[in-house]
């Protein structure tokens, strides 16, 4: 069965590399990603180096409008999407109080509430294909409360209880959803900058977009709920389970201190 | 004409330099370290001492100089402090741009790198094939950044444009950033080399004096806000391996070895080089590569400034006579 992917957040890191992925695999593709973030010169590439039909759309799903359009225009081209991605996402790390509210907003709007519109839109055409797929990219932190990252974390934990939900209640409708939880990924500059300041343990379990985005897909075709790219990132997860809650917590904040420090040097 | 080379102690500013100076031209460089002088002793190049993070070195090494190559950069595989890679190879840029935007400078031609522009697909990359595949060395960031610092003065009118040489090899001054003399150099003492049991992918290698060749072209004919790729031909891991072992004169021995303990050596030789200062010899990002193509066109440049690709071979050929005539002497 030759698949259409609809990808969010498809210009940069997971998402360019989710893209690519899909295209290797012989997948139509409409690409989704804020406008002047070189989705044009990426339909051009795809369209150079795979046999495979490349549409895009420029529009920012921070916006209801924008979610509604996206809907409305799949359906008004009949494209008959059958693995939605919805990577398209917003993070870092802040401190609470000292943060402007649209910060937070935005965050809940993209990772929380485009993410529900368009899986709510796109059912009906999913649910048109013999076999179709929904992709959540949730996050590893999830399973490891920390501080500064309390909105975000907060957006991945619905996005991982809505996933999981929604699969069971999708089954009959062979729909399968699967939610990806990967640790650190070099997504960017910005990502990769701050990955390569970090201590030797955390730079190992650092994934690449390319191998994450490739196992994903894989992962995911074959019918799994819950992904977990990275064996270092298994491994910590399964040790994160054995230390003490205290001593665990220590590490989650000091390392989340690191974060935010990095971030913020970064961004000066 | 004069012109004013940075980098003129490293391996292709100091061919670069002295390339220019043989035809007659007079050539400024800007050099930090005074060992390094023996290599650029000629009537017609002048020495500065000093550094590229230094405003007030860079004027007086630049004087009334027409043309600038700034060929300095930190190219390496690794840093002790990454953040060294942005220092001199972005705030470098930064500060050259700055000083030749308040003098009558003609042209700036920033030697960048194909490895902004990274892996390849089916097709081959050019000049406007955008960068799909994840940035993972520092090396690789700070020269696409230094790339935009200069394309961003161009908007305001700065005659600058970019040169990005390949994989480069061929005579010239030991250096870290040419792997592949290093491969042939440790082929010609040890008679071994060790070559990944995958070799399919291919690269663009690209030979020295083509590359010198190519920087003047350039600076004759090139475009301001332009890129140029200068390369060589694509050939894979396998096919250079071949290659080396068919034209030295000595037989030795190709051992195989796979790709993954090399992941995890990798890993081990971070360890060191964070922990001891010792420089890695391969680091994650280049065993990442192993299996990745990284195919280039050179298209652009041999139809708008004529440049020309010396044969493979006959350029895998003058390298092996050069290493080993250095080693006999």
Redesign the interface.
Known sequence: MKHFALITGASEGLGKSLALECANKGMDILLVSLPSTGLPELKLLLDQNFEVFVDYLEIDLTDDESCHYLIEYVKSKEYPISFLINNAGVGGNYQFGNQDFAVFNRMIQLNIKALTMITHGMINVLAKNSQSFILNVSSMIIHFEGPYKQVYGATKSFIFYFSKSLSIELKDKNIQVTVLCPGGINSNIKMARINNQCNLLQQISVLYPEEVAAYSIEKTMKGKNVIIPGKIVNLYFIFSKLLPNQFRNWLIKTNNTKLIKSQQALSQ | MKTFITGGSGYLGQRLAWRLAESGEYVHVLIRNKNAAVHLEHPNIKIFYGDILKIKSIKEALGDCQYIFHVAALARVWSKN?EDFYTVNVEGTKNLIQVAKETKIQKFILTSSTGTIGPS???PNDEN??R?????N?YE?SK??AEKELLKAVLDGFPGLIVSPSRIFGPGLDSPSSGINRLIAGYLKNKVAIMPTTHHALGNYGFIDDIVEGHIKAREKGEIGQKYILGGENKSLGELFQTIKNLSPQRGLMLKFPVWPLKYWS?LE??MG?NFGRSPKIT?DFV?RINEDAVFSSGKAIKDLGYKITPFEEAIQTTIQFLINKRAS
């Open positions: 990454p697909l089916k097709k094939t955008p799909w595949s994840s940035f993972n520092d960031i696409y950044l890993w971070l360890y964070n994650p990442k």
